[in-house]
């Protein structure tokens, strides 16, 4: 049965609108048909003929941009979605879409938000400007390391390994993803001992000093944990904000801690891996920048995890600007009042990466070494001053090399790493 193609209008403008940006291979029917179906399936379509009311029509989605290598733009009438509640537009414009026949991939590439969704969120209650105001530091990237081994260690060794780390120049110590309360390291114990050390750190070396401790659990037992961080005297909790949920993230936020959220997007790659397929971390980010998250993992385009360094900067123009440009790949997007998020770089980094980090990605940075503090040869300590030296040289337009000659723990780290 020949079917018409009601939700393609290609002179359509988009006004209040939220705006999705696809990548589509067909599944067997043209671009066009293909387009077609994800806008009605997305909307208020279905897959026959039925009755329809007139005043539903209004509330069709619109494919208003076709592109010949596949890329399609689509706009959604806001009044479409409950605007306050997340869980409900990803299940609109990323539900059923990624498992029809009738596309043989799909990617949701990038989403601009109407103002009628912005001003329902909070945003961020920090982002860049606040987090280095907290932090007192004005111009520098961030040097920040997760506590490693990842799981294993008991409250007073975790709690030792933050203490040198703080030490040797580090201004924010994490946990791992997958350290939660397990026996070995039970939250509160790990909690208390390690705000203790961040304690003793600044009095030693006059600079503030942040504990990431991973509140991430069941909802109810996370804003527990969230609430126990602030009382004990925290600034930070961080969070799996994938594992843990958007609905979940959102009761966080709107919980009103004055606690600055790290977000780390463990199982992103579930979703982004695939280039045809999928959600980008782009829409993850700008999801997780609306709820109200103050730092997030955009990778490091070097180091173990994969990543194209040019995607990689678009994410972080996508959370760090107020207003983003349009290109093949990026929709424009007017943030209004939601503030910039601080960008994070983790995964398998030492000293010898940090000149192509500022280089890509700037000093709005937080530079986040594990293996690449932990493992230097004369211990976690020397491992955190090396990093400061290369961030050192960097802004001093010093090659490693160079400065190394002068700084034996950079020296050591380079002979070690690269």
């Not at 799996?240 to 958007?246: K, N």
Request: proline content about 4%; hydrophobic content about 40%.
């Amino acid at each position: 049965m020949k079917k018409r193609l009601d939700f393609i209008n290609l002179k359509y403008k988009p006004r209040d609108d939220l705006v999705c940006l696809f990548k589509i291979v067909p599944n067997r029917i043209s671009l066009e048909k293909a387009a077609n179906t994800v806008a009605l399936e997305s909307s208020v379509g279905t897959w026959t003929k039925i009755k329809e009311r007139d005043y539903v029509e209004k509330l069709k989605a619109k494919v208003f941009s076709i592109k010949r290598n596949g890329w399609i733009k689509i706009a959604y009438p806001s009044e479409l979605f409950e605007k306050d509640n997340i869980p409900n537009i990803l299940s609109s414009i990323a539900g059923n879409i990624f498992g029809m026949k009738a596309v043989k991939s799909i990617r949701l590439e990038d989403i601009s938000f109407p103002t009628k969704i912005l001003g329902k969120f909070k945003g961020p209650r920090y982002g860049i400007k606040g987090v280095r105001r907290l932090l007192k530091v004005k111009n520098r990237p961030f040097i920040g390391t997760i506590i490693k081994p990842k799981l294993g260690l008991n409250p007073k060794h975790h709690a030792e390994s933050a203490y040198e780390s703080w030490k040797g120049g580090c201004d924010i110590v994490k946990d791992d993803e997958n350290l939660a309360s397990q026996k070995f390291n039970v939250f509160e114990k790990r909690l208390a001992k390690t705000l203790e050390m961040a304690d003793k750190t600044e009095k030693e070396t006059g600079e503030k000093k942040v504990y990431l401790v991973n509140a991430t659990a069941e909802t109810k037992e996370m804003l527990k944990r969230a609430q126990l961080a602030e009382k004990m005297g925290s600034k930070y909790i961080m969070v799996d904000i994938l594992t843990s949920g958007w609905a979940a993230i959102q009761t966080l936020r709107e919980a009103n801690f004055k606690l600055a959220i790290h977000a780390h997007r463990a199982m992103h790659a579930a979703f982004d891996r695939n280039p045809e397929h999928g959600m980008s971390m782009k829409v993850i980010a700008d999801f997780a920048r609306l709820i109200g998250v103050d730092q997030i993992h955009i990778g490091t385009g070097i180091g173990k995890l994969e990543g194209k360094i040019k995607d990689i900067r678009e994410i972080k123009e996508d959370i760090s600007r107020m207003k983003v440009k349009k290109t093949e790949k990026m929709l424009t997007q007017d943030w209004r009042n939601i503030k910039p998020v601080m960008p994070v770089s983790s995964g398998g980094l030492h000293p010898g990466h940090v000149p192509f980090l500022i280089k890509h990605l700037g000093k709005d940075l937080v530079i986040q070494a594990g293996g690449g503090i932990h493992g230097h040869p004369f211990g976690t300590q020397a491992g955190a001053i090396a990093m400061r030296q290369a961030v050192d040289a960097v802004l001093k337009k010093k090659s490693l090399k160079e400065y190394a000659r002068t700084h034996v723990e950079l020296e050591e780290a380079l002979n070690e790493w690269c």
